[in-house]
């Protein structure tokens, strides 16, 4: 059985465009990197070429992630999911309710999950813990600082797609 990935439109495109970059820009920069590091002769002791093909090996294996996670994509727009319940692609707000700050997070999937950015992934403690929540709902989630407990306060659509 295939495990699906969840994924924006936005991040279903930025992951093809660092495919293609990868394979179109970096791939043939390293190839000629590799080319002239040999023209320098002995290579066992030449640090160009083992730090390009160290690259390669690097690059070759982000393409071949890339290649498997496009493959196994759930592309969903995230500005025409229901806002009823918190489910991937929604903004949600929530109360914390020990400090009673309130934070926002888009559920996204795992490669566009960015905290800084205001995003969390679904597959985290806590965007398991959210998804089918309704505003006015209670959640409680295991933390790294400990158990925290939130109060979904709102949730709309993403202007992401």
């Known amino acids: 059985m295939v495990v ?20 179109r820009v970096e791939r043939p920069e390293i190839v000629k990197a590799i080319e002239v590091a040999r023209a320098h002769g002995d ?22 992630e890339l290649k498997d996670k496009l493959g196994r994509a759930e592309v969903i727009d995230c500005s025409k999911v229901s806002t009823n319940r918190a489910v991937f692609g929604t903004v949600v707000t929530l109360m914390d ?3 009673e700050v309130e934070v926002t997070y ?16 679904v597959l985290s ?16 989630t295991k933390t790294p600082g400990g158990m925290r407990e939130f109060e979904v306060i709102d949730i709309t659509a993403s202007s992401i797609k």
Do not use: C, F, W
């Open 4 to 23: 699906r990935i969840p994924m924006s439109l936005t991040g279903n495109r930025q992951l093809r465009e660092e495919l293609e970059r990868l394979e």
């Open 43 to 64: 290579l066992s002791e030449n640090a160009e070429y083992h730090a390009a093909k160290e690259r390669q090996s690097l690059v070759e294996g982000r393409i071949l």
């Open 97 to 99: 309710l020990t400090t």
């Open 106 to 121: 888009q559920l996204l999937g795992p490669e566009e999950a960015d905290v800084k950015k205001g995003s969390i992934s």
């Open 125 to 140: 403690p806590l965007g398991q813990a959210l998804l089918g929540k309704e505003i006015g709902d209670e959640v409680v």
